[in-house]
């Protein structure tokens, strides 16, 4: 279950979805996170705590990769191995660049990305699981949303974003007062601005930490350094 602080406005916004998807999400059992699981960002982060929404896309298209948090990818257990960056973050080119800009603002690297570089890095004072990672998100009161809060295809994410966007409106509206600042990634969440009402918010925009151009983005360096992500 959500936090209770959340209950009234998460029960607006359900209420604001399609009944037809409402029947879909209560009946079917063929996407994921299940009917359990899809709302943990409400779960772990209090209403009165939220600074920010981070706002990605859906889910991880694998089961053992989507939680319940944009960005968290489940199927990762360890950050770091003693070649530098573990094998499951090598594999997942999002937080991969993600991770190598936290070390990059945090002064551990600089030009040189390599294993080789990361391998050097005194990590004795850093975070060594994807959960801790989620951890420190939520510290920094991070919610962490996709604009779709669940998979079934890859054929039918768009038709899941539309299904949810009164859902976000509902959401947002309801969060006006708190006014978060709204972190978007890349041109899908960014098309948030289009489809939602959103002139009451902040919101800062980056390009999807897929590209490695994001490795060094001064607003993404400026926005998590100072969040101190990777720390302990």
Not at 172 to 197: S, V, Y
Request: net charge neutral; no cysteine; proline share 3%.
């Amino acid at each position: 279950m959500p936090h209770s602080s959340w209950e009234a406005v998460l029960s607006q916004a359900y209420g604001s979805l399609d009944r037809e998807y409402q029947a879909f999400l209560e009946e079917d059992n063929g996407y994921f996170p299940s009917k359990t699981r899809y709302l943990n960002a409400f779960k772990t982060l209090q209403k009165e705590n939220v600074k920010y929404i981070l706002f990605g896309q859906d889910p991880y298209p694998r089961k053992e990769s989507a939680g319940g948090y944009a960005f968290i990818d489940e199927k990762v257990k360890t950050l770091f191995s003693h070649r530098g960056l573990s094998k499951e973050v090598n594999r997942a080119t999002s937080l991969r660049n993600f991770i190598k800009m936290a070390l990059v603002a945090r002064g551990d690297l600089k030009e040189d990305l390599s294993q080789e570089a990361i391998a050097k890095i005194n990590k004795e004072e850093l975070i060594h699981t994807i959960q801790e990672l989620r951890m420190n998100f939520e510290k920094n009161g991070v919610l962490l949303l996709n604009t779709a809060l669940i998979f079934t295809d890859k054929k039918s994410t768009s038709k899941h974003v539309k299904a949810w966007r009164p859902f976000m409106q509902a959401l947002l509206e309801q969060l006006q007062e708190d006014a978060p600042k709204l972190i978007l990634f890349g041109t899908h969440a960014k098309a948030l601005k289009k489809q939602l009402r959103l002139e009451m918010f902040e919101t800062i925009e980056v390009e999807h930490p897929y590209n490695h151009t994001f490795v060094h983005n001064e607003n993404a360096l400026e926005l998590f350094g100072t969040m101190n992500l990777l720390e302990k």
